[in-house]
């Protein structure tokens, strides 16, 4: 299974203007925990809004520490593969 999280904000993110993926966000084991990730994708937000477009991801439904990250960062379910 994949989610595809989309920005809370956005009640129809498909209908307003580009969407832009962010993707292969990793962290190292030993470093997992100090916000290296959260850091990275809320520059990658930014920038992605800043253009005027929607960003969104995917995640292995089993990435427990992703999903949690994602979600303090805004992103909601929007799809569940299965």
Same mark, same amino acid.
């Given at each position: $299974?994949?989610?595809?999280?989309?920005?809370?904000?956005?009640?129809?993110?498909?209908?307003? /203007?580009?969407?832009?993926? !962010? /993707?292969?966000?990793?962290?190292?084991?030993?470093?997992? /925990?100090? /916000?290296?990730?959260?850091?990275? $994708?809320? *520059?990658? !937000?930014?920038? !992605?809004?800043?253009?005027?477009?929607?960003?969104?991801?995917? *995640?292995? +439904? +089993?990435?427990?520490?992703? !999903?949690?990250?994602?979600?303090?960062?805004?992103?909601?379910?929007? *799809? *569940?593969?299965?």
């Amino acid at each position: $299974m994949v989610r595809l999280p989309f920005p809370k904000s956005h009640q129809h993110p498909l209908k307003t /203007g580009r969407n832009s993926e !962010i /993707g292969a966000v990793c962290t190292l084991p030993e470093y997992a /925990g100090q /916000g290296f990730s959260a850091r990275l $994708m809320n *520059v990658l !937000i930014e920038k !992605i809004l800043s253009r005027g477009e929607i960003p969104f991801l995917h *995640v292995r +439904t +089993t990435n427990e520490r992703a !999903i949690a990250l994602h979600r303090r960062l805004g992103f909601a379910d929007r *799809v *569940v593969f299965q």
